[in-house]
Structure formats: structure tokens, C-alpha cells
């Protein structure tokens, strides 16, 4: 349900942490507007020093989550809770959350937390207003300086898994096209007089064993620089079951 460390905000001598990345934009964090203008000033300028010093670009627009991050083509949105006030938002915290929970796919609610009190009163209203376990995931930090950083490592983490896995589905896919490749030569260098130049100047014409099946010897000729007798035999062979059932002699 939730995750926290240790506390540590801006420094005023030393620029904001680095995650690590690759020296190409990270990313964009869009911000609301509504969300900004209820914030310490000197919060805002954390958050702009450590979006500039990892590669995000920010923006201001009218959104419902306090925070939108675009990584690596996929978009998380945030709830980012930086004052608990147990007398007065818990109520409207948790229902906006079941409101956005059935709006974003992917969404976090990162609270702060920084005391004891305020971490009884989460655990009671938790419970209290009915949240499933997970869905949403909450964050509990201490300060608002290290939830933004958790934000930005949570968006920075399912930015990569995303393009993990397009990178696995592109090499998949590419392994499949060689597989089909290697099927097809196989199949026509077993027709008499198709060696597999042959067959590699069919795949690059024609692309598929049933599309090889139906050309016409015209056809094999035009595209492809097969000779006459093998434009016939390969046509031959599977249009004419005579051809392609008798004995074969090399």
C-alpha cells in the first residue's frame, strides 16, 4: 500500500539530485495549475530545479491529477498530497482519489506524512472510506521533497518497463519474420531447379509460401529474375499435382 524513507529536501548550497539517464529527454510532467498555486513557493522551485536537472520539461495546464508524467510513452498520473490535515481534507482526498481511480489506468497517490499523528490518521481513514489494496498504490514520505522524487523515479521506472517491453515485442516479432523467412526458402529449394537465390528473390517478391502458391509464371517472371524453366516448375509444382506427386530425378 505504501512505501517511505528517509527525509531530505532542497539544498540552498548544492543543486537538486540526478537520476541517472541516458542525456536524452526523460520525459514531461505536466502540472495543474490549481495543485501549483497551492503550493510553498519554494516547493515549486524544487520541483523545477529536479525536472531541469533530469531532462523532464514541465508544464502548467488545468488538469484533474496534480501531476501527469509522460516517460517513454506511457503517462502516469499523481495525486501528490503535501499537507495531511486530518480535520479538515481527508474526506475530499480519498473521494477525489475513487473519482480518478475509474478515470486514469495508471494512477499513485503520494501523501506526507511527518508525524505520528498524521500517520493514524491515514491509517484510520484508509479503512474508514473503503480503499482496495493497491488500486490506487499509496506513497507515504515524510516531505514533500522526497515524494517528488519518488514521483519522478515510479514514472521513470514505468517509462523503461514500457519500452522493455516494445523492445521485447520487436525483437519477438523480427525472430518470427527470420523463422517465416528460413520456413520459406526451405519449402521452395525443394522444388527441382529452385536453389535459395531463388528462393530469397521469391520471399523479397512475392513474402509468403500461400502468396508463392497462387502466382502465375507471368508473374514469377516480371518480378523476379528466375529463368523461363523455373518460372514453370515452381508454377508447375503447385498447381499441377502431377507434377509435384511424380518422381523427381536429379
Known amino acids: 500500500?505504501?512505501?517511505?524513507?528517509?527525509?531530505?529536501?532542497?539544498?540552498?548550497?548544492?543543486?537538486?539530485?540526478?537520476?541517472?539517464?541516458?542525456?536524452?529527454?526523460?520525459?514531461?510532467?505536466?502540472?495543474?495549475?490549481?495543485?501549483?498555486?497551492?503550493?510553498?513557493?519554494?516547493?515549486?522551485?524544487?520541483?523545477s530545479a529536479f525536472l531541469g536537472s533530469n531532462s523532464f520539461r514541465l508544464n502548467f495546464v488545468s488538469i484533474s491529477p496534480d501531476l501527469i508524467f509522460n516517460c517513454g510513452g506511457v503517462s502516469i498520473a499523481f495525486v501528490f498530497v503535501t499537507k495531511w490535515d486530518d480535520c479538515c481534507n481527508v474526506g475530499s482526498i480519498f473521494n477525489r482519489v475513487k473519482r480518478l481511480k475509474a478515470q486514469f489506468a495508471r494512477l499513485y497517490v503520494v501523501a506526507t506524512l511527518s508525524t505520528k499523528e498524521q500517520d493514524d490518521s491515514f491509517m484510520r481513514s484508509y479503512f474508514q472510506y473503503e480503499m482496495e489494496f493497491g488500486k490506487p498504490a499509496f506513497v507515504l514520505v515524510t516531505d514533500p521533497e522526497m515524494g517528488f522524487e519518488k514521483i519522478v523515479k515510479i514514472s521513470t521506472s514505468r517509462g523503461m518497463c514500457k519500452q522493455q517491453k516494445v523492445a521485447s515485442k520487436v525483437k519477438v516479432e523480427r525472430k518470427r519474420a527470420v523463422q517465416d523467412t528460413d520456413t520459406f526458402i526451405r519449402v521452395l529449394t525443394s522444388i527441382p531447379n529452385i536453389n535459395k537465390h531463388d528462393a530469397n528473390s521469391l520471399y523479397l517478391a512475392i513474402g509468403s509460401i500461400e502468396a508463392a502458391a497462387k502466382t502465375s509464371k507471368e508473374d514469377i517472371l516480371a518480378n523476379t529474375d528466375l529463368s523461363s524453366d523455373k518460372a514453370d516448375s515452381l508454377s508447375r509444382f503447385f498447381q499441377d499435382p502431377e507434377f509435384y506427386l511424380s518422381p523427381k530425378f536429379n
Request: aromatic content about 4%; some cysteine; glycine content about 8%.
Open 1 to 47: 500500500m505504501a512505501t517511505s524513507g528517509s527525509s531530505h529536501g532542497p539544498s540552498t548550497d548544492q543543486p537538486p539530485p540526478s537520476l541517472p539517464n541516458s542525456g536524452s529527454a526523460a520525459g514531461v510532467c505536466i502540472m495543474s495549475n490549481a495543485w501549483k498555486d497551492e503550493q510553498d513557493p519554494s516547493l515549486i522551485s524544487f520541483i
